[in-house]
């Protein structure tokens, strides 16, 4: 089982950038396909950004494309996402999940281990 921990978050300007970190223990982070989701207040959770065992394959929801970057670190058990032109729609809790399917997956059922989430806020 991996245990996974988020940070980064905070308050920013539209148009500001954060990074988000999601550092993985327990287990080798190379074994899991990882996830980026978000999930506002009174919303569900959404799908922000994938990347697979050895970063050869990305995806993100189109919102989020040209302004975010999902990658990885397998050597330090950490995941980022590289947050920038940041707007008011891209508030909410962070969280960072893992999975163990062969294909990587947008849907939040498909992921087996979630992080606690951090908090993104950005005003206009």
């Known amino acids: 089982q991996v245990q996974l921990v988020e940070s980064g978050g905070g308050s920013v300007q539209a148009g500001g950038s954060l990074r988000l970190s999601c550092v993985a223990s327990?287990?080798?982070?190379?074994?899991?396909?990882m996830g980026w989701f978000r999930q506002a207040p009174g919303k569900e959770r959404e799908f922000v950004a994938v990347?697979?065992?050895?970063?050869?394959?990305?995806s993100y929801t189109d919102s989020v494309k040209g302004r975010f970057t999902i990658s990885r670190d397998n050597a330090k058990n950490t995941v980022y996402l590289q947050m920038n032109s940041l707007k008011p729609e891209d508030t909410g809790v962070y969280y960072c999940?893992?999975?163990?399917?062969?294909?990587?997956?947008?849907?939040?059922?498909?992921?087996?281990?979630w992080g606690q989430g951090t908090q993104v806020t950005v005003s206009s």
């Open positions: 999940a893992a999975e163990t399917n062969y294909y990587a997956s947008r849907r939040a059922s498909e992921y087996d281990y």
């Open positions: 327990g287990r080798t982070l190379s074994n899991y396909i």
């Open positions: 990347v697979s065992r050895s970063s050869v394959t990305t």
